[in-house]
Structures are given as C-alpha cells and as structure tokens.
C-alpha cells in the first residue's frame, strides 16, 4: 500500500549513542516533516523538507539532524541520544504547499533512551 | 511555544451521547486540521477547514473554523465505541520562506463507551 514507511518500530538506545531513523514515502510528496510526540504536548516539528536537498529547522530542532538527498526518503539522525529524547517519532509527508493538502503519517517509531 | 491548546484534555462518554472538542489560539491560521489518531497508529487527517467562519460536515462529525480563524471547535453528535481516539488540531502557520508548516494542539483523548 502507498504511504509513509518508517523504521524500526521499537528502539532502545544507551545514553551518548547515535543512531538514524528511516523514513519512506512513495507518494512523491515534496513536503516531509519529522514530529515527535510527547504526553500532554501534542506533536512538536522537529525538521522538515520541501523537496530534495531542501531542508530546514522546527520548533524542537537541537540534537537532531537531516539530510534529504532524494524525493522519497527523510532520514532523521540523533547525535548523541539523550534520555529527554524519549518519545514517540512520526515523520509525516504531504502532497504541496497548498493549505488543504492534509499529511500522511507513518506508524511511528517509539524510542526509549536509558 | 504551545500555539494551539485542546479542551478537553480527556473526556469519557456513553455511547449516543454529544460531544464538542475545542482548539483556541491566539494566533491567527491561514487554515485549520483536525485528525484522529488511534492507539500505535500515527494521525489521520479528517478534515481541513480554511476560511473563517467555515462549517464542514463528516457524517455525524460537524467542524467549524472560527470567524478570526484562531480557533476551532469538532461536534459529534450520537457518539459511538468507534470514534474512540486521539483528537489532534494543526494549524496552518507560515514558517520563514518555504511556506506553511502546521503545529499541532496537545490532543483530547475520548473513549465512548458502549
């Protein structure tokens, strides 16, 4: 089925590790955001791209990097993994610009920093 | 910065009765989304409102879009077991030069009970 793939699923870094989470989508969406979500905090922008080689902060962007080298991927690198950076991951795409183009998200990645 | 803020945070009912979910601000949005979101799943866009004063129907669900288009309000009238779920709302806000990136309220979590 078309949409927005992310893995893995399930993570559980130690604190000072590094690692990248995936994301996929094959709806040839130029816009991709990466949100992570916290209880009683909704979901916070971390970064997002407008098209390949695009990309540009959100409002919770420290420890985190991207890169967005093709159309389809999005990937989401953490540093140096911090217990704070617990939490639930979507990355999410949408079709443009335009203010009723709704996201796609993915599943989510649920990580765990000990 | 929180920008759009959700009441109820929680809310439990029986089924067939009527619910009003909010989302204020005191920014103004070019446009408005609600999506439902469901226990490991990521969000799923129910609908996208975009001129002030606008009211859109989805079967028993009734959104509005406030006059000022600074906040929201999603009616459900005769509740049932699966409407169960994470209620979100993002607005549309212009984010620097590469054009609108939507934040999202702090959810209201609603279990109907059969």
């Known amino acids: 089925n078309a949409g927005v793939t992310q893995t893995p699923k399930f993570q559980v870094l130690k604190t000072g590790q590094s690692m990248t989470l995936q994301c996929a989508q094959d709806?040839?969406?130029?816009?991709m955001s990466w949100y992570r979500q916290d209880p009683g905090m909704g979901l916070r922008l971390i970064h997002y791209?407008?098209?390949?080689?695009?990309?540009d902060q959100g409002e919770v962007p420290n420890g985190y990097n991207v890169s967005r080298s093709t159309t389809e991927d999005f990937p989401l690198r953490l540093l140096s993994a911090a217990p704070s950076q617990t939490s639930v991951y979507f990355c999410a795409s949408r079709g443009g610009p335009r203010d009723n183009y709704g996201y796609t998200f993915g599943s989510g990645t649920r990580l765990t920093v000990v | 910065t929180q920008l759009l803020e959700q009441s109820p945070q929680f809310l439990s009912i029986q089924e067939g009765e009527n619910l009003t979910v909010y989302c204020n601000s005191s920014s103004v949005f070019s446009s408005l989304q609600w999506y439902r979101q469901e226990p490991g799943e990521g969000p799923v866009l129910l609908v996208t409102?975009?001129?002030?004063?606008e009211v859109k129907k989805l079967k028993r669900l009734t959104f509005q879009f406030g006059d000022a288009r600074k906040d929201s309000s999603l009616h459900i009238t005769a509740a049932q077991p699966g409407d169960t779920g994470l209620y979100l709302c993002?607005?549309?806000?212009?984010?620097?030069?590469?054009?609108?990136?939507?934040?999202f309220g702090t959810g209201t979590s609603l279990t109907v009970i059969p």
């Open positions: 791209s407008v098209g390949a080689g695009i990309t």
């Open positions: 709806m040839n969406h130029e816009y």
């Open positions: 993002a607005g549309a806000s212009i984010h620097g030069y590469t054009g609108n990136q939507f934040y």
């Open positions: 409102v975009v001129t002030g004063g």
